[in-house]
């Protein structure tokens, strides 16, 4: 099974926020509404989750996203036929890791790709953040290398842009968060856009700068997009398209046995949750 990993941060997103349960913490506001079967609707699918686990509290979280599918059926009967469509549901592993605040999920796009994975779940745990005032922020680990060869393969650059979102995400151990703080601070913002472009691809950068924002997208944090030349043609490139995987052999197909063998998954994908973060 191929895995790859979305890193959940919950911000304030209010100056007035409203108290917590007893006990909760601003990062369970996105595991809560998946360990309480929230549903939400997305392209006309129902999507919701089920964790196996007997304790919501535990750090490692092991569950099924769901999406809800029909299946055409045709029965033979006496004199023809009959044909209808029964509901039906398809199902996409993953874990997550409560400390990391990492959620590594199986690669398989035909069910659900990346892209549809993080909006899902954006939708299934922002509404509820919202009502207490903060922001879930969800981002790929990407490959941290992608960005640096896809300069160092062309000819220029005309677009070199950054969508990160709020501060200290990391705890003060990437570059970027000094000059987000200082925006978060005058501004409330939970995300901040930059977005440099020459249509002649003549742009010029600062290394230490631009790796410092690319470390900060890379490990969670945000996005980015490069515009460059190529063969004498303009080409665009997006860190989504560059997700960090790893290939574990694994069978999930049965929820129940896998809840039996909780203990033992979690400890095989322990190693590929370490092995995506770099924080």
Do not use: C
Not at 81 to 91: C, V, Y
Not at 158 to 186: H, R, V
Not at 203 to 230: F, I, K, P
Not at 247 to 266: G, H, M, Q, S
């Amino acid at each position: 099974m191929n895995f790859y990993a979305i890193r959940y941060f919950v911000v304030k997103s209010s100056l007035t926020l409203f108290p917590l349960d007893e006990g909760l913490q601003p990062k369970d506001l996105f595991t809560l509404p998946l360990v309480s079967r929230l549903e939400t609707k997305y392209y006309n699918r129902t999507y919701t989750a089920r964790i196996l686990n007997d304790n919501p509290k535990d750090r490692y979280l092991v569950g099924y996203l769901l999406k809800s599918t029909d299946t055409h059926v045709i029965q033979l009967d006496k004199d023809l036929f009959n044909e209808s469509d029964i509901p039906n549901w398809e199902k996409l592993f993953f874990v997550i890791d409560t400390e990391k605040q990492i959620v590594i999920f199986e690669y398989n796009t035909p069910i659900a790709t990346p892209d549809n994975v993080k909006n899902v779940l954006h939708r299934l745990t922002n509404k509820s953040a919202n009502q207490s005032g903060y922001e879930v922020k969800l981002d790929f680990l990407v490959d941290k290398f992608a960005f640096w060869d896809i300069i160092k393969e062309s000819a220029g650059i005309y677009q070199i842009a950054f969508d990160l979102n709020a501060p200290n995400l990391f705890g003060g151990s990437k570059k970027a968060n000094e000059w987000l703080k200082t925006l978060k601070e005058k501004h409330n913002m939970t995300h901040v856009a930059v977005d440099f472009r020459n249509e002649n691809a003549e742009l010029n950068y600062e290394q230490e700068e631009l790796e410092s924002y690319r470390d900060y997208a890379d490990s969670g944090g945000g996005s980015w997009t490069l515009g460059v030349l190529q063969n004498g043609r303009k080409k665009k490139y997006k860190s989504v398209n560059h997700l960090r995987r790893k290939e574990v052999e694994i069978n999930t197909n049965d929820p129940r046995e896998t809840k039996r063998a909780l203990t033992i998954i979690i400890e095989r994908l322990q190693s590929i949750i370490d092995s995506l973060d770099d924080n």
